[in-house]
């Protein structure tokens, strides 16, 4: 079994709010792979004590332990009790109800010898890879559909679109979100290979254009996790105002990349 997992802060002088992790039992015959975005809140207060490191910890943590101990549960099951489960660590001292609350991205994937779950919330992506080399992506694609003087930069605005519907959605403090994923399943023999990525890695194709999610997947397979990271800070480095490619909100982002052949 082939797997590569690397996580890049997008600055190295703050903490990488990416989360990462491969659960392998050693029977080899299933497994699970996590990937979380936490989502940098605007300056200010966001009602939480802890950081979104902190909380994309939590989460992950809860999510992979619950996804190897649970096969009973379903992954949109799994997730809103990883949920409620990060939320009651700091419901005490934090104000859960904030808007910007600490959240995350998630991509959730776990596979036995029949059968290979997938979940998708909000701007990661998950790519499947069938055994004749067809690329499928799995995507929530709501945030890209919402306008976006709604988000970050109008925190009324982007209150009214964060968590609600006809907006997009977070893991933040509701389990209940966890029904607003896309979740699905596929044989086991349909799949090679299963590569997940944050939205910093994304970038390749989604703001760069260098490549379909096919091509992204070859580099991947040819050249490893680390050059794909590689190649996306090198044209973030070449376009440092952001002028030539639109809708970065930064230049250089946190960048994660999960790749497992199942």
């Not at 809103?80 to 005490?92: N, Q």
């Amino acid at each position: 079994m082939r797997t590569e997992l690397i996580s890049e802060p997008g600055d190295p002088a703050r903490p990488d709010e990416d989360f990462a992790a491969l659960a392998l039992p050693a029977s080899g015959q299933g497994g699970a792979l996590v990937v979380l975005d936490g989502v940098t809140p605007p300056a200010g207060d966001d009602g939480c004590l802890h950081s979104v490191s902190w909380f994309c910890a939590q989460l992950g943590g809860a999510l992979t332990e619950l996804s190897v101990s649970h096969r009973d549960l379903t992954l949109t099951e799994i997730l809103s009790r990883a949920i409620r489960r990060t939320a009651e660590a700091h419901a005490a001292t934090c104000d859960l109800s904030h808007p910007r609350t600490p959240q995350a991205t998630v991509v959730l994937a776990r596979w036995s010898e029949t059968v290979v779950e997938y979940l998708v919330l909000s701007d990661s992506a998950l790519l499947c890879e069938a055994p004749d080399g067809a690329i499928t992506p799995f995507l929530d694609d709501r945030l890209a559909r919402v306008p976006r003087a709604c988000l970050a930069t109008d925190a009324i605005a982007d209150a009214t679109v964060r968590n609600k519907e006809g907006g997009f959605f977070t893991a933040a403090a509701d389990p209940s979100v966890a029904a607003r994923a896309v979740t699905g399943e596929l044989p086991r023999s349909a799949v090679r290979a299963l590569l997940a990525l944050t939205d910093g890695a994304a970038r390749w194709t989604e703001k760069f254009h260098e490549g379909s999610w096919a091509d992204l997947f070859a580099v991947v397979r040819k050249e490893g996790a680390a050059a794909l990271v590689e190649r996306v800070r090198a044209l973030e480095a070449a376009d440092r105002e952001m002028r030539v490619h639109l809708g970065r909100s930064k230049t250089h982002d946190d960048a994660t990349v999960v790749y497992v052949e199942p």
